[in-house]
Nanobody, 124 residues
């Protein structure tokens, strides 16, 4: 069992930055890949970034590559998403999720634990 709690969302102007955190409880955090997803109103949930269990590899959606950075601290059971150069189209509820294994997954169906989400709003 893994419980995930996101924090760090808020309102920011375009071009600004935010850092999301995801605190995990449970003994399997360090053995699972982790991901960030987002969902805007009226749209499907989409993959944003993923990181392997060890933190050695990462993968990003094309829309955020070069602006967002995913990282993890397995000693603190915490996942992060540093978001820079934010755009209005980044506005969404952001979710962290724990994958079913150690490897980066891009489909929501390959994640079996989800946080409650944190709202990110970017004003123009």
């Amino acid at each position: 069992q893994v419980q995930l709690v996101e924090s760090g969302g808020g309102l920011v102007q375009a071009g600004g930055s935010l850092r999301l955190s995801c605190a995990a409880s449970g003994r399997t955090f360090s053995s699972r890949a982790m991901g960030w997803f987002r969902q805007a109103p009226g749209k499907d949930r989409e993959f944003v970034a993923g990181i392997t269990a060890s933190g050695g590899s990462t993968y990003y959606a094309h829309s955020v590559e070069g602006r967002f950075t995913i990282s993890r601290d397995n000693a603190k059971n915490t996942l992060y998403l540093q978001m820079n150069s934010l755009k209005p189209e980044d506005t969404a509820v952001y979710y962290c999720a724990a994958a079913i294994n150690r490897y980066i997954q891009r489909g929501p169906g390959d994640y079996d634990y989800w946080g409650q989400g944190t709202q990110v709003t970017v004003s123009s």
